[in-house]
Nanobody, 129 residues
């Protein structure tokens, strides 16, 4: 059974940093495209960054919202995917979700590419001004 558990969210001042973790079980994060997404109140869920399987070079895919401030990575030994977020802004506030595609061939980073059953519960990130 695929399970994803996010952690690392919290309250931070603008300009600060957070590192989110996504601990996976039931599958190997090196086999499938896995990503980070976020949803602010009243907004649709949007992609932040994804990382491809090892067979595809663990290529990182960044969306515009990441804007050079965020870095996605994974530790296969811990079966965990990370999102390092620097220079946070109030507009980065939202619930951050981790999801896996269940497919090694996914090469685009959009919420619709990730089956509903393969999402975590999310972690709240709040950036104060």
């Amino acid at each position: 059974q695929v399970q994803l558990v996010e952690s690392g969210g919290g309250l931070v001042q603008a300009g600060g940093s957070l590192r989110l973790s996504c601990a996976a079980s039931g599958f190997n994060v090196d086999l499938y495209t896995t990503g980070w997404f976020r949803q602010a109140p009243g907004n649709e869920r949007e992609a932040v960054a994804c990382i491809r399987s090892g067979s595809h070079g663990s290529q990182a895919i960044y969306k515009e919202v990441a804007s050079g401030r965020f870095t996605i990575s994974k530790d296969n030994s811990k079966n965990t995917v990370y999102l390092q977020m620097n220079n946070l802004k109030p507009e980065d506030t939202g619930v951050y979700y981790c999801a896996t595609s269940g497919d090694s061939g996914v090469d685009y980073c959009e919420p619709g590419s990730f089956p509903t059953r393969y999402w975590g519960q999310g972690t709240q990130v709040t950036v104060s001004s």
